[in-house]
Structure formats: structure tokens, C-alpha cells
């Protein structure tokens, strides 16, 4: 019984795992996929990449929803990604009748999804690390 104790530790085994392994899989791809998608390229190119991120921002999200970890601070991230978005994307038309892949608002638009991205991922990381209410881990 002692060794038992001692391998368990004090937490309460009968409480389910709440490091939700889905969605850190789905966190470490997203966090991959933005600094390699974005590495070097041109902003026309990192924009591609930029939506292609989006697939895997919904998968976060339908695992926040399963999981019940929606919060304030993730749901304003995420609209901050969607705002970001639309106004790279709007941008991006700009540019293309403009035919200047460079074009300056076009890299600041860029780096603004991508800090946005940034903040979605550290306010998902924040939910699936943060301890069920209930759990019993308070300290006693």
C-alpha cells in the first residue's frame, strides 16, 4: 500500500486525465506549421500558408468545444485570427491589382495574423493546461 502511495503520488487517481493529448498534438502541428509555413518566404506565399493554418485552428477548436474549455480569453483570440485574416486578405486584392507582392501593409498584415496566431495558440495551451474546475487538485 506505502509503495503504491508513494508511485501515485497525492492526486486523485479516479479523476479523469485532463492534459488532453488531442489537442496538444493539434497545438504543437499548429505551432509547426505557422514558424515553418511563414519561414523565408515571400508575403504572397506565406499568406497560402497562412491559410492553410486554418484547418487546424477548427481542429483546436472542435477539441476546446469536446472538452468544454471554451473561455473568454480563447474565444477573443480567435476572433482576433479571424479579424487578422479578412484584413490580410483584403490586403492581399489590394496588392494583386497592383501586381507588388511587397507591398509594405501586405508584410504588416502578414506578421499581425501571424501575432494573432501566436495568441491563439498560447491561449489554447493555457485552457488545456489549466486544471478541470472540480478536480480535486486544490491544495487542502
Not at 11 to 39: F, H, I, Q, V
Not at 71 to 92: H, S
Not at 103 to 130: C, G, K, N, P, S
Request: charged fraction near 30%; aromatic fraction near 4%.
Amino acid at each position: 500500500m506505502l509503495m503504491a502511495l508513494a508511485t501515485t503520488g497525492c492526486r486523485n487517481d479516479a479523476a479523469p486525465a485532463w492534459g488532453y493529448p488531442d489537442l496538444r498534438t493539434t497545438l504543437g502541428t499548429l505551432s509547426r506549421a505557422l514558424e515553418a509555413g511563414c519561414d523565408g518566404t515571400a508575403p504572397e506565399h506565406c499568406a497560402d500558408d497562412l491559410d492553410r493554418l486554418d484547418a487546424l485552428a477548427e481542429r483546436a477548436f472542435a477539441a476546446v468545444l469536446d472538452h468544454h474549455l471554451l473561455d473568454d480569453a480563447y474565444v477573443e483570440a480567435r476572433n482576433e485570427v479571424d479579424r487578422a485574416r479578412e484584413l490580410r486578405r483584403t490586403i492581399a486584392a489590394q496588392v494583386r491589382s497592383r501586381r507588388d507582392p511587397h507591398h509594405l501593409l501586405l508584410i504588416q498584415a502578414v506578421a499581425a495574423e501571424r501575432l494573432a496566431y501566436r495568441h491563439l495558440l498560447a491561449a489554447l495551451e493555457r485552457v488545456r493546461t489549466a486544471p478541470p474546475p472540480g478536480d480535486r487538485t486544490e491544495p487542502v
